[in-house]
């Protein structure tokens, strides 16, 4: 499945959602996250940003069974196209 990951927390806060996302998903913006991800871990995932948050915290999480019916323009350069692995 396909994932995007949008998330507004305190500004000093920010890098820990950030760090638990880019275990699973490619950051490709700021507060956002995107990619496939195999049901299990957006499970998993889910629980860890819950655990996360804090009271006037979000997160949205948008699930798309496929990347096939996603329709995904980019201006400029794509970061998902950087390896995520060195």
Do not use: W
Request: hydrophobic share 35%.
């Amino acid at each position: 499945m396909y994932a995007i990951v949008v998330y507004d927390m305190e500004a000093d806060r920010t890098q820990r959602m950030l760090r638990l996302c880019r275990r699973y998903l490619t950051h490709v913006q700021n507060s956002v996250l995107e990619g496939e991800i195999s049901e299990g871990n957006l499970a998993t995932l889910k629980g860890e940003m819950e655990d996360l948050l804090k009271p006037h915290e979000s997160v949205v999480v948008y699930e798309l069974s496929s990347d096939s019916i996603l329709n995904r323009t980019v201006y400029g350069e794509d970061p998902t196209q950087d390896s995520r692995f060195l």
